[in-house]
């Protein structure tokens, strides 16, 4: 998946291209276009800092996360909202256990809308209300990876992450078009979004340049 904002990120991408453009661009190097899927998901979808983590385990034998995250200006007050905490946070259940305390993350809150059409509301869940939902790759659309939730600085190592609260669905790409490409076993470098920033620079002449090389421009 190839979001324009996040490849502008990598090379410059002139004003005004679409998804049209960058697949004729691509396919100019030999990249090959699958799909371009329309914006799919609508916030609030913001970064959140886990403040607290408690395992409990359910009747059904499942053990799940009873999470308290700062959301930043979406915070309930302490002693306020659904189920209220000394914490300026929202309560959210979680199933997977792949972070930590401190961690940052990517929650969609209520009135929130991703793919497939998934409206985000509270609900009563494992004996709490779980006030939004802390999001996999897979389900905001971004891979097929659903065996943990994306912790932000692990999942985008090159990027600043935005402050705690911050509004991400264009950070992610995901309020914008977005291109598909096949990526081929002799182009594997093609799976990281360095790697078709690079291919779209052969393809345009666009300046290049690596976030994790500050000031290095190829």
Request: proline share 7%.
């Amino acid at each position: 998946m190839v979001p324009l904002s996040w490849l502008a990120d990598h090379v410059d991408v002139p004003e005004g291209t679409d998804a049209e453009a960058l697949a004729a661009a691509l396919v100019k190097v030999g990249l090959e276009e699958e799909e371009i899927h329309p914006a799919r998901v609508i916030g609030p979808l913001v970064v959140g800092r886990v403040l607290t983590r408690v395992e409990e385990t359910a009747s059904n034998g499942k053990t799940v996360n009873y999470c308290r995250v700062d959301v930043g200006e979406y915070n309930d007050a302490p002693g306020t909202g659904k189920e209220p905490s000394e914490l300026p946070s929202r309560g959210i259940i979680c199933g997977a256990h792949n972070f930590d305390v401190d961690d940052l993350v990517v929650v969609s809150l209520p009135g929130a809308v991703l793919p497939g059409d998934f409206q985000i509301a509270a609900r009563k869940t494992y004996g709490h209300v779980s006030d939004g939902m802390i999001c996999s790759a897979r389900e905001l659309g971004l891979g097929e990876d659903h065996s943990g939730i994306i912790v932000l600085p692990q999942y985008f190592p090159d990027r600043e992450i935005p402050a705690v609260g911050t509004d991400i669905v264009s950070w992610l790409g995901l309020g914008e078009e977005v291109l598909e490409i096949n990526v081929t076993p002799d182009r594997g470098y093609c799976f990281s979004m360095r790697g078709i920033a690079r291919e779209y620079s052969h393809s345009t002449g666009a300046a290049f340049r690596d976030p994790g090389l500050p000031g290095v421009v190829a």
